[in-house]
């Protein structure tokens, strides 16, 4: 997979109170992703995008797109990428 496919994977961060507060206490961040992506996809496209390794990934079908919850190995890492990524 090269930038050009992670980017259309990941379509944007979602900003909610809720996802502020998982940022924290779960360590996870939460993207709208493309509806036909998959967990290997999606946890491939946050490594190449933004260089840190994902322990799991959830996903749900809202109003919104195509939710995916990321969980990375420390709230430390989860809070540096939502720093990098505009959320914080």
Request: with cysteine.
């Amino acid at each position: 997979m090269n930038v050009e496919q992670a980017n259309k994977i990941i379509v944007k961060p979602h900003i909610t109170e809720k996802t502020f507060a998982m940022v924290e206490n779960e360590s996870k961040v939460c993207f709208i992703v493309h509806l036909s992506a998959s967990k290997p996809q999606i946890a491939e496209a946050v490594k190449i995008l933004y260089n840190e390794n994902v322990t799991h990934v959830n996903t749900a079908r809202t109003i919104y797109g195509k939710k995916a919850f990321v969980k990375f190995e420390t709230t430390a890492k989860a809070r540096d990428l939502a720093t990098k990524i505009g959320m914080l």
